[in-house]
């Protein structure tokens, strides 16, 4: 695929990643920073440091609360803007990623790593990924009502984008190993 549709293609996100890995959420959650920080497993190292000492990493979702007259909602930025969800447990994804910015990692006393600014920038990578076709979805729906899929999409064009960054990234991982 030579583009992506409102995103970089897997080839970009290789380059400007510092670290890709392979994995699955390993339970820890918790809202620091405007962000979730979450527990990630890695299970292959596609690109970065040799982490072998550390098997599992802490990762930003950009996902923030916010207080809205009806409640408190759970509202994408960054990455998560067009259409991407939370990690689901029980799914494996591949997560491409830039490190923390020392002041980020000092507030929350970790090292860390963020999402590049791309909605392909965590796919899941699980023959099934679970998806759905929202035509209406709108930036004040609420993040919850889509935590059962891996990624919303607008279209069939748009699910066909992302199936073929998903196809692209599990040759980038099998091509490679750690």
Sequence with gaps: ??????????????????LIVVG???????YVHKSFLTGF???????GP????????????????YDRPSGKTLVPSGAYMLGGTFMRSGSTYVLFLKRA???????????????????????AVDNYPSYKIETDAEYRTPLSEYL???????????????????????MLINGKSE
């Design 101 to 123: 910015s020392d002041s980020i990692s000092d507030a929350i006393d970790a090292d860390g790593f963020v999402m590049l600014n791309s909605p392909y920038a965590k796919l």
């Design 1 to 18: 695929m030579d583009g992506a549709f409102d995103g970089l293609t897997v080839a970009e996100m290789e380059q400007r990643a510092d």
């Design 148 to 170: 059962d899929y891996d990624v919303v999409v607008a279209d069939r064009q748009s699910l066909e984008i992302y199936q073929s960054i998903c196809s692209d990234a599990s």
């Design 24 to 30: 699955t959420l390993n339970g820890q959650r918790e």
């Design 50 to 65: 040799n982490l072998s000492d550390c098997r599992s990493i802490m990762v930003f979702e950009p996902v923030g609360i």
């Design 41 to 47: 497993n890695i299970e292959k190292v596609i690109k």
